[in-house]
């Protein structure tokens, strides 16, 4: 079956490093690779989409990148800061119209 | 302001009781979706509706049930069946076609518990 994987150890990193996560995909190959941040006890927010055709998209501090070769995506925070802290979820779809399939998410813990 | 509202936030059930959980959005968006979430675990596909008055199973919909009778409407139902119903539920929408970087909106989420 369809897989997205994500790193269950949590990343600890100190404030003003750039956070690398990472999230790879198995068994299919996605057109569009989304992230999202999840606070506890809260829903998911969307904060990036990229295409397969697309090498990399940023916004404000943000970077994600997708490698179809490595079967990868990479998502970055560059000047990490606490309030960064959450659990940041990787998803896939096979087009516009599907459904996202999740990754477990990684925990991300910037301390100052 | 637009977004999506789920209630309640926490629900008891007890064993062999159906419960229905209420998701409405006011963002015109066409699709809906329902989401359960387990520790360490990741979102898992319970049932998704991309118009009204018609809707597909995920991956575990054994258990539950939805309805899509309004565009703004899309509520799930964890009845008996369902044997471990205990869990976090997000409640998502989105463009019919999100490809132009929308991404889902998600709601805040109903924690049930049995009891």
């Known amino acids: 079956s369809q897989k997205i994987e994500q790193n269950s150890e949590a990343l600890n990193i100190q404030e003003g490093k750039t956070a690398t996560l990472t999230c790879n995909y198995t068994n299919y190959s996605p057109a569009y690779l989304q992230w999202y941040r999840q606070d506890p006890g809260r829903g998911p927010v969307f904060l990036l989409l990229i295409r397969e055709n697309e090498k990399e998209k940023r916004k404000e501090r943000l970077k994600v990148t997708f490698d179809t070769t490595l079967k990868q995506s990479l998502f970055h925070i560059t000047a990490s800061q606490p309030a960064d802290s959450a659990t940041y979820l990787c998803?896939?779809?096979?087009?516009?119209?599907?459904?996202?399939?999740f990754g477990k998410g990684t925990m991300l813990l910037v301390s100052p | 302001d637009g977004g999506i509202t789920q209630s309640p936030k926490y629900l008891f059930r007890k064993e062999g009781q159906n419960v229905t959980l209420s998701c409405e959005q006011n963002?015109?968006?066409?699709?809906m979706y329902w989401y359960r979430q387990d520790p360490g675990q990741g979102l898992r596909l319970i049932y998704y509706s991309q118009i009204v008055n018609d809707f597909q199973k995920g991956d575990i919909a054994e258990g539950y049930s939805v309805s899509r009778e309004k565009k703004e409407s899309f509520p799930l139902t964890v009845t008996s069946a369902q044997k471990n119903p205990t869990a976090f539920y997000l409640c998502a929408s989105s463009q019919a076609e999100w490809g132009i970087s929308y991404g889902y909106t998600f709601g805040s989420g109903t924690r049930l518990t049995v009891v």
């Open positions: 963002l015109n968006h066409d699709a």
């Open positions: 998803a896939g779809s096979n087009s516009g119209y599907s459904t996202l399939t």
